[in-house]
C-alpha cells in the first residue's frame, strides 16, 4: 500500500504558431513622464541564437486595451506614465525564440503643472 499528496501533473505543449504578451513598463508614483521610448533590446539565455527581426516583433501602445499604436523614438509631448509593449515571437525553422530579458531604452523629463 502507498499514499501519496500535493500531486501534481503538468501537460506542456509547444506551438509551432506565434506567441504574444503585453509589458506595462511605468513611471507612475513618480513626477516623470516619457518623452521618448526606443526599441526593445532583447536578451537570450546562454547559447540560444540571437533574434531577428522575423522570430521578435515589438509593438507600442499608449493604453491597455492596444488600440493607440505609435512609433518607436518618436518624441512624446503628451504627460505619459505608462506605456505598453506587445511583443510578438515566432518560430523561423527550427529556431524557437527564448528570451532571458527585454530593455527598454527611454528618455523621461519632469511634469510640469
Known amino acids: 500500500m502507498y499514499g501519496f ?10 506551438s509551432q504558431d506565434t506567441a504574444e504578451f503585453v ?3 511605468s513611471l507612475e508614483g513618480t513626477d516623470r513622464r516619457f518623452a521618448s521610448i ?7 539565455p ?8 522575423y522570430t521578435a516583433k515589438h ?16 518624441d512624446i509631448f503628451q504627460p505619459l506614465q505608462a506605456v505598453y509593449v506587445k511583443t510578438i515571437l515566432k518560430t523561423a525553422g527550427d ?5 532571458r530579458e527585454i530593455e527598454l ?9
Do not use: A, M
Open 5 to 14: 499528496q500535493d500531486i501534481i501533473v503538468e501537460y506542456r505543449e509547444y
Open 23 to 25: 509589458t506595462k513598463f
Open 38 to 44: 526606443g526599441s526593445p533590446n532583447v536578451t537570450t
Open 46 to 53: 546562454v547559447g540560444c541564437p540571437p533574434f531577428n527581426d
Open 59 to 74: 509593438e507600442l501602445y499608449f493604453d491597455e486595451g492596444l488600440s493607440e499604436k505609435f512609433n518607436f523614438s518618436t
Open 95 to 99: 529556431q524557437v525564440p527564448t528570451l
Open 105 to 113: 531604452p527611454y528618455r523621461h523629463e519632469e511634469i510640469i503643472e
